[in-house]
């Protein structure tokens, strides 16, 4: 009889020893074999910005805050500028009423929120949406505040709210600051107001396909998956940001495998150099930086307009884009990116307005002559030590010789020159950004309110312009996206024609990925900056 | 005309004229009406157009961009696209033209720049003319202009005419069908009219029709006392008078006509009943005639000897047509008078005592063969032959034919049973005087004396052995037809052998010409007999030419799809054709009866023939289920021709030659069983010399006893054995007791029914007799190996 209970007991045990490795291994078959459903990112920043939607400018904050949050629009992914309801039902329409300009927003039901520290999931309402854009146009809680400021919420009911705006606005102008971009994102009311902000900064919640896992400071930050996401569970398990800033570091882990998606470099050749490993697939897309070269109208002696025209003449824009791999880099020829954003010209418009201003190194000088600079001139630059930054100064500096103008430039550190620039204006800037649409490129380089040192609300005008501030302004009152365009065209047809500004190129983003990797999406443009994980991205199962 | 007709003439084509008056006016009017609304829509695209040229001014001038060429030409553009989209119906359209006279606006973007300042259009439109008529691509556009002096543009809206009236022309069907409907509904109307007023006159030229065709009741309906009323009064008297007088002569008529008709109908009557009759006799003549017609026998009717009447079938049996032979003497039938005369004395003898005569007789063809006929006659008045006589013919040749053929085939039967049963005796007597010099010289050295005697013994036993073998075949009782043969092979062995040779060595003056078909198929028989055969058909051709002469021998495949009649009806099928003829001095019709008969023959006996060669080559055919036809006359040669069933197996590979070394027994214990002593003395020798143990008993039941007693190995067992038990018995016996006791049935005949029995039992094999050393020892090894 001992001998039969023994027998018994040790079955038991036996089966309790083995159970938990039956059960894991039926749940995660994706993990039985060697194939991860773990993506890992590489990013090329050695640590996270923010976690808080509303302060997200970085590559590593925009791409954390894409994974976590929804908008009530949303571009769609790897399409943009195309835009899509997210968690509003349909795009929103307007009406006017007493003069003013009222959005109402449907929102979709039964959306969860994720859960948190002491918050459980719970059903995204109105007053979550009020809640976010509140903060949002909080210049103290969100860096986006001047986007949001001028429009108030109202709840309709459990699911329905109005926004107000005094102003109009035309639909171009409006619905990005719907969408999953900047302000636009909706975070969980509930979860500040009983984790408070602090706590809430460190452990977000949002609505997103993937959820706060953890995070090791200038390591990586872990996302998993958000079971109740509520456009179907993610095929991916858990998504791995890992902060590594040196591209040879990110090359290394990729080839080594230890990375399934990393950031690439535009350097030229570098691109065709990773194509030829193995499982190795190259992507680029947008949206792109934009580098433009702005004249200082108030530099001597830049402030003669024969002068800016001459220095223009001297350029070739191709020579601009020689110094970047093709995959990533094409011309621009309007200050608004045509590529990207309503609003901007394309070269065969440009160059049938006669602004092309095609090179012609005889004409230039005889400008100069005419000006009363025969001999040329130099000029004081500070250039980023960043590569592409270099690379641009660098050939600046060639054509401008051709016609006796000497660039002396200085190299600092990135964050050095953009300090540097703006607070003494140099004669000549070459400046790369991305804005989400033509009224903040136009308002932030060429209202005379963003001028730098003098302007009202100093920011990035250059140029010290302030000769269509009327159009920028008339424009982003025009609720008629057709004559609003028109507007931004004609304002910017006055900066091609006055030659403040000189647009050179955009540059894509650049990613590798291995081959098992499919994103579930095309990847045309995308407003986040990074490839864009959504819950569709999958490991294919030739993984 | 009718005056009806006449009124409508002249007022139809008024109501048509003031119709399309009305219409044309319309129609003008609307034109009119449709070119002022045009103008006003113009005048709307226009403006809009204008408004749009004037926005885009306001903003360059709003924002102070009116300086800058660039802005300027973005202006220009902007508003050139949307005032080129400026719809002005479905085909007109809004452009516009600069101070130089160059088109700078325009939907179609071929048109743009294109310089119209030398157009007469454009030479008005400088003269401010607003409103415009011009031709352009064939067809006229209305348009308005105005001047827009900021970029000294003049901006026209035009749209082609034909848009411009598309609406009143579409409406051209809808007038037109306006205009004859409604000239037809007013002529419709105007009809109706008339056709009332008209109305008296109308009656009154019925009423004149009716009466003038005969219809005197006719009265005219009075509607009215004016002279329309009055003439119809006057009309009625007159009617009704006529009515009168017209009443009392169609009914003296009627009277009359009542009395034709009775007549008619007797008549009538009279006639049906005889073409009844007619038609009745017609049909029973018919039918008569269709089965006489109909008839397998050929019927006909002779009147005073001469045929008045024949049917289809006496016309196919003498192959003349009926009206070849009506009218003619039956003596056309006939071969000769002779026959004729004894036909018709012996016909009409006999229908004067039994109504009915019959006589066999052979009438001639048209071709001139003969037929042989059985023809019966029957007088149509018993009493008075010359009154006609019904003859029926049948054709009876083919009847008689295999009459004839089952009486050759019933004599040959006879003759060979009787030559068989000889046979036999002499075959067992014949074995000792083979056998014995045979096994007397394998004794004896090769340079004794006795060689030779004993080899002309043996030869001479040999010679008597072949005839008895005649004897068998032609009795039927001998041939075994189971080996694959082709006659080629046969052919060219007898033409190749001694036999041969020798013959033409007799007839050096005869030619044989050979002629085998390379491809004739095989047949299943017996090489032997049907080497005899041939052989004895080559001989005698030889010796019918005793001159000399061609002797062909031709071999071919021949296949009858029906049943062919020559010397003998020979059946369908295919069949391995031998053909052996000559030119010598033929045979008579006698002769050709008994040609196969044994020991018929025109030779001397004894001499050049046994008799039985003949007789021979019609017992090996008939053994093989072939036939033989023979086509001779006299002095013209003679043809014979074997005709012997083909098969589908091939020949079997040759036997290899016979060597006693090779047939040696062991020792083995053989039990002879044979009624003959002679028999199994020989059996005895044989065997011993091939090295087996014997024992011999006389008859089946000492066998049965010694068997039963004994062990023996195998068992040569004779099949006739009287009056003991024959073969089958004994090994029926000998079953019983050792099933599976070895055997070898040894017989004279060819396989019976009785002997096959045997084999189908112990799996034994069978010996021809007389007994020979290769026989022995071939089956000996073949059945102790098993």
């Known amino acids: 009889m001992r001998i039969v209970l023994t027998a018994l007991f040790l079955c038991v045990l036996y089966s309790f020893n083995t159970l938990p490795a039956q059960c894991a291994s039926k749940n995660g078959l994706k993990n039985a074999d060697t194939r991860p459903s773990v993506l890992r990112l590489g990013l090329h920043v050695s640590g996270m910005g923010t976690l808080d939607p509303h302060y997200a400018s970085g590559s590593q904050d925009r791409a954390f805050a894409d994974m976590v949050f929804n908008g009530l629009l949303r571009y769609t992914p790897g399409e943009a500028p195309s835009i899509e309801p997210d968690l509003a039902t349909h795009i929103p329409e307007f009406k006017m009423i007493g003069g003013r300009q009222v959005w109402t927003v449907q929102l979709r039901e039964k959306v969860m929120f994720h859960s948190g520290p002491g918050v459980k999931p719970y059903e995204l309402t109105a007053d979550d949406v009020i809640f976010s854009l509140q903060k949002s146009a909080d210049s103290n809680r969100s860096a986006y505040a001047g986007e949001y400021s001028n429009m108030s919420v109202e709840k309709t009911d459990r699911y329905t709210i109005s926004i107000i705006l005094e102003k109009p606005l035309s639909p171009v102008l409006f619905l990005p600051k719907l969408t999953n971009y900047a302000g636009g994102f909706i975070i969980s009311k509930k979860a500040i107001e009983t984790m408070g902000y602090e706590e809430y900064a460190q452990h977000p919640i949002g609505t997103g396909p993937f959820h706060f896992g953890y995070h090791i400071p200038k390591e990586k930050l872990v996302l998993k998956a958000n079971d109740q996401y509520f456009r179907g569970k993610p095929s991916l398990d858990e998504v791995e940001i890992h902060f590594i800033p040196k591209i040879q570091d990110r090359e290394s882990m990729f080839l080594e495998g230890k990375l399934d998606v990393t950031i690439g470099s535009g350097a030229k050749g570098w691109a065709e150099k990773m194509e030829k490993t193995v499982d190795t697939v190259i992507d680029t897309f947008g949206v792109g930086e934009v580098s ?54 394309t070269k065969e418009q440009v160059q049938k307005l006669g602004l092309g201003y095609a090179k012609n190194i005889n004409k230039a000088k005889e400008l100069l002559s005419e000006a009363g600079y025969p001999d040329g001139f130099s000029l004081d630059l500070v250039s980023s030590e960043k590569r592409l930054y270099r690379s641009l100064y660098g050939v600046l500096r060639k054509e401008l010789a051709q016609i006796g103008v000497i660039c002396n430039i200085e190299v600092v550190s990135h964050s050095a020159m953009h300090k540097e620039i703006r607070k003494n204006p140099k004669p000549i800037v070459i400046y790369g950004a991305w804005r989400p649409n033509a009224d903040a490129y136009l308002t932030r380089f060429f209202h005379s309110d963003s001028t730098i040192v003098t302007g009202a609300r100093p920011d990035t005008n250059f140029s010290n312009v302030n000769s269509i501030d009327a159009l920028i302004e008339g424009a982003r009152l025009e609720i008629y996206p057709e004559k609003q365009i028109n507007l931004w065209i004609q304002s910017q047809i006055k900066i091609l024609n006055d030659m403040v500004a000189f647009p050179i190129m955009y540059t894509k983003q650049l990613y590798l990925r291995k081959s098992y990797v499919d994103y579930g999406h095309p990847l045309h443009a995308t407003m986040a900056l990074y490839p864009q994980i959504t819950e569709k991205t999958t490991f294919t199962e030739n993984n | 005309m009718t005056i009806y007709l006449k009124i409508l003439f002249v007022v139809l084509p008024l109501v048509f004229l003031n119709f399309f008056a009305a219409v044309a006016t319309t129609y003008y009017f609307s034109r009119s009406a449709l070119t002022d609304l045009a103008g006003t829509l113009l005048e709307t695209r226009l403006s809009e157009a204008m408004t749009i040229a004037s926005d885009q001014m306001k903003i360059l001038q709003h924002y102070g961009l009116e300086n800058i060429p660039a802005s300027i030409a ?36 071929k048109m743009v720049g294109q310089d119209v300042s030398h157009s007469a259009f454009y030479r008005n439109l400088v003269r401010g003319t607003g409103h415009l008529i011009y031709p352009e691509k064939g067809e006229k556009y209305l348009a308005r202009s105005a001047p827009f002096t900021p970029w000294g543009w003049t901006i026209i809206a035009t749209d082609p005419l034909r848009e411009v009236f598309q609406g009143i022309d579409t409406m051209k069907p809808y007038i037109l069908y306006l205009w004859i409907m409604g000239t037809l509904v007013t002529a419709i109307i105007i009809m109706g009219l008339l056709r009332q007023l008209t109305k008296p006159l109308r009656h009154l030229s019925m009423g004149v029709d009716k009466i003038g065709k005969g219809d005197l009741t006719a009265q005219i309906p009075v509607h009215s006392h004016d002279e329309f009323g009055k003439l119809s009064q006057t009309f009625n008297k007159m009617a009704s008078q006529l009515s009168l007088s017209h009443q009392e002569l169609e009914r003296r008529v009627l009277e009359r006509t009542a009395e034709l008709n009775r007549t008619n109908r007797e008549l009538h009557k009279n006639i049906e009943e005889k073409k009844s009759a007619v038609n009745a006799l017609q049909y029973s003549e018919q039918r008569m005639k269709a089965i006489l017609e109909a008839s397998p026998i050929g019927i006909g009717l002779v009147i005073d000897r001469k045929i008045h009447w024949v049917n289809e079938t006496i016309c196919k049996m003498i192959g003349y047509k009926d009206f070849e032979i009506l009218g003619k003497k039956t003596s056309i039938f006939y071969k000769d008078r002779e026959e004729y005369e004894r036909v018709g004395k012996f016909l009409y003898a006999k229908m004067a005592q039994s109504m009915i005569g019959q006589v066999e007789t052979e009438w001639t063809r048209k071709d001139g063969t003969l037929m042989n006929c059985n023809i019966r006659a029957y007088p149509l008045d018993p009493s008075d032959t010359s009154l006609g006589v019904i003859i029926a013919a049948t054709d009876i040749t083919e009847a008689k034919l295999l009459e004839s053929e089952l009486q050759q085939a019933r004599k040959m039967e006879a003759i060979g049973t009787l030559a068989g049963g000889v046979a036999h005796d002499l075959n067992n007597i014949l074995s000792g005087i083979v056998s014995y010099p045979e096994l007397l010289l394998l004794e004896l050295p090769e340079n004794s004396p006795l060689q030779k005697p004993l080899k002309t013994i043996k030869n001479s036993g040999e010679r008597a052995a072949t005839i008895v073998q005649d004897l068998l075949t032609m009795a039927r009782r001998g041939v075994s037809v189971t080996e694959i043969i082709n006659i080629n092979t046969i052919i060219d062995e007898q033409l190749t052998g001694p036999e041969f040779q020798r013959l033409l060595s007799f007839h050096p003056d005869s030619n044989v010409i050979v002629k085998l078909d390379d491809n004739l198929k095989c047949i299943k028989g017996s090489p032997a007999h049907l080497a005899k055969s041939i052989m004895n058909l080559i001989t005698n051709a030889a010796e019918a030419m005793p001159d000399g002469g061609d002797i062909l021998i031709a071999t071919e495949t021949i296949t009858f799809e029906t049943a062919w009649r020559g010397y003998e009806t020979i059946e369908r099928g295919e069949y391995a054709a031998v053909t052996i003829s000559d030119g010598g001095i033929g045979i008579s019709k006698e002769d050709m009866e008994r040609i196969f008969e044994p020991f018929y023959t025109k030779k001397k006996m004894g001499r050049s023939g046994t008799g039985l060669g003949m007789a021979v080559v019609w017992g090996t055919i008939k053994d093989h289920d072939g036939y033989i036809d023979v086509q001779s006359s006299i002095n013209k040669g003679a043809t014979f021709t074997l005709y012997l069933p083909t098969t589908q197996e091939s020949p079997a590979e040759a036997a290899p030659h016979f060597s006693l070394d090779k047939y040696k027994g062991a020792g083995e214990k053989i039990l002879v069983v044979d009624d003959s002593p002679v028999q199994r003395e020989i059996a005895e020798s044989i065997l011993l010399k091939l090295g087996y143990q014997v024992v011999t008993v006389p008859s089946g039941e000492e066998a049965v006893e010694y068997v039963r007693t004994n062990r023996v190995d195998l068992l040569i067992l004779d099949m006739i054995m009287p009056p003991g038990m024959d073969g089958l018995d004994t090994y029926r ?49 073949e059945v102790l190996s098993t």
Do not use: C, W
Not at chain 1, 312 to 331: H, N, P, Q, W, Y
Not at chain 2, 74 to 99: E, M, Q, W
Not at chain 2, 742 to 754: H, L, M, N, Q
């Open chain 1, 292 to 345: 433009t070269i702005y004249f200082n109208t108030l530099h001597k002696p830049l402030d003669d307009i024969r002068v800016r025209k001459a220095l223009i003449l001297a350029m070739d824009r191709e020579d601009f884009l020689a110094t970047t791999s093709k995959r990533v880099a094409g011309g621009v020829y309007s200050p608004v990116p045509e590529q990207f954003l309503p609003g901007g010209m």
């Open chain 2, 74 to 109: 973005k202006a220009k553009i902007d508003a050139g696209t949307a005032i080129s989209h400026i719809d002005v119906g479905n085909l007109g359209y809004v452009f516009a033209i600069n101070a130089k006279g160059v088109i700078t606006i325009h939907p179609e973007k």
């Open chain 2, 733 to 781: 016996e000998i079953f019983l007791i050792k099933p599976e006791q070895k055997i070898i049935v040894a017989s004279g005949f060819s396989e019976t029914e009785r002997v096959k029995e045997i084999l189908r039992m112990s799996n034994g094999r069978y010996l021809k007799k007389p007994y020979s050393l290769e026989g022995i020892g071939v089956s000996l090894k």
